[in-house]
């Protein structure tokens, strides 16, 4: 299994950035994936996920601000993330959960939010 996450980098408090995640992975569709984030000093949290349906969940943080969507087509999973605050600075990291729980995750992409 293999996760690239790209996209990240320098942005104003404010504005915007999409994240980009492409997988190698069997029967993609089937899985759940998802963004996770850490950052300095503190534990990985769950960003978003979303379902091999569609369904999608958010942390309190990003609900209203982070949009998650995939492309099953092209293997890809995205991360809009709009009004970003100087607390979303992280490393970001793509994950992905296969139909029998097992956990992957990729190397990150870091998102630096200046204030």
């Known amino acids: 299994v293999q996760l690239q996450a790209s996209g990240g980098g320098l942005v104003q408090a404010g504005g915007s950035l999409r994240l980009s995640c492409v997988a190698s992975v069997n029967n993609f569709a089937l899985n759940v994936m998802g963004w996770y984030r850490q950052a300095s000093g503190k534990q990985r949290e769950m960003v978003a996920l979303?379902?091999?349906?569609?369904?999608?969940s958010y942390a309190g943080s990003a609900k209203g601000r982070f949009t998650i969507s995939r492309d099953n087509a092209k293997n890809m999973v995205y991360l809009q993330m709009n009004d970003l605050k100087s607390e979303d600075t992280a490393v970001y990291y793509c994950?992905?959960?296969?139909?029998?729980?097992?956990?992957?995750w990729g190397q990150g992409t870091l998102v630096t939010v200046s204030s």
């Open positions: 979303i379902t091999s349906g569609g369904d999608t």
């Open positions: 994950g992905t959960i296969t139909p029998t729980a097992v956990h992957y």
